[in-house]
T-cell receptor, first 113, second 115 residues
Framework: DSGVTQTPKHLITATGQRVTLRCSPRSGDLSVYWYQQSLDQGLQFLIQYYNGEERAKGNILERFSAQQFPDLHSELNLSSLELGDSALYFC????????????FGQGTRLTVV | GDSVTQMEGPVTLSEEAFLTINCTYTATGYPSLFWYVQYPGEGLQLLLKATKADDKGSNKGFEATYRKETTSFHLEKGSVQVSDSAVYFCALSDPSGDSSYKLIFGSGTRLLVRP
């Protein structure tokens, strides 16, 4: 158990809908990363938050957004969903913005039908 | 930009065989290097890491050495077990561009160990 909790584990929704994925980092970790794992794109970095502020952005679509709350949990919002958004979404946390080692949650498997 | 290249899988071995999974990288700065493992239906687990040239990371019988001259971080294990069957990801973290320690992953290599 990495100490990173993601909910829900599975999500099935229809095209055009909006969903929210939740991540609770390890106790004390200030930095949260979101990654997408899909069959065609592999594991891709989406976005990083550090202590409530956006720190870095990767290949994140404009339809996707994220935030980190004062209690340090993070949410990834996916809207206007398309079939191609079906993927495994991982959250990872690390103690600070300057730590290369990250600990991953179990992931949320999103299926868009 | 930074990138990681891994050998194509699947790799199929018999139990107790020697394992090598090749990984090479391209980076503008001085990255840290990692191997993560993903067991079926689970998340990513950090297997080992190396933060500077010539460092050797090791864990659970797996080893990898950070070779700056060949930009490589090959994963090895002397004697694999059926329980090692999983997907292995090589990754780098290079904050020199945007000060972020985000991970850049290779495509993953599936290992299947037969009894």
């Amino acid at each position: 158990d990495s100490g990173v909790t993601q909910t829900p584990k599975h999500l099935i929704t229809a095209t055009g809908q909006r969903v929210t994925l939740r991540c609770s980092p390890r106790s004390g970790d200030l930095s949260v990363y979101w990654y997408q794992q899909s069959l065609d794109q592999g594991l891709q970095f989406l976005i990083q938050y550090y202590n409530g502020e956006e720190r870095a952005k990767g290949n994140i679509l404009e339809r996707f957004s994220a935030q980190q709350f004062p209690d340090l949990h993070s949410e990834l919002n996916l809207s206007s969903l398309e079939l191609g958004d079906s993927a495994l979404y991982f959250c990872a946390s690390s103690p600070s913005a300057g730590t290369p080692e990250a600990f991953f949650g179990q992931g949320t498997r999103l299926t868009v039908v | 930009g930074d990138s990681v290249t891994q050998m194509e899988g699947p790799v199929t071995l018999s139990e107790e065989a020697f394992l090598t999974i090749n990984c090479t990288y391209t980076a503008t700065g001085y990255p840290s290097l990692f191997w993560y493992v993903q067991y079926p239906g689970e998340g990513l687990q950090l297997l080992l890491k190396a933060t500077k040239a010539d460092d050797k990371g090791s864990n659970k019988g797996f080893e990898a050495t950070y070779r700056k001259e060949t930009t490589s971080f090959h994963l090895e294990k002397g004697s694999v077990q059926v329980s090692d069957s999983a997907v292995y990801f090589c990754a780098l973290s290079d904050p020199s561009g945007d000060s972020s320690y985000k991970l850049i992953f290779g495509s993953g290599t599936r290992l299947l160990v037969r009894p």
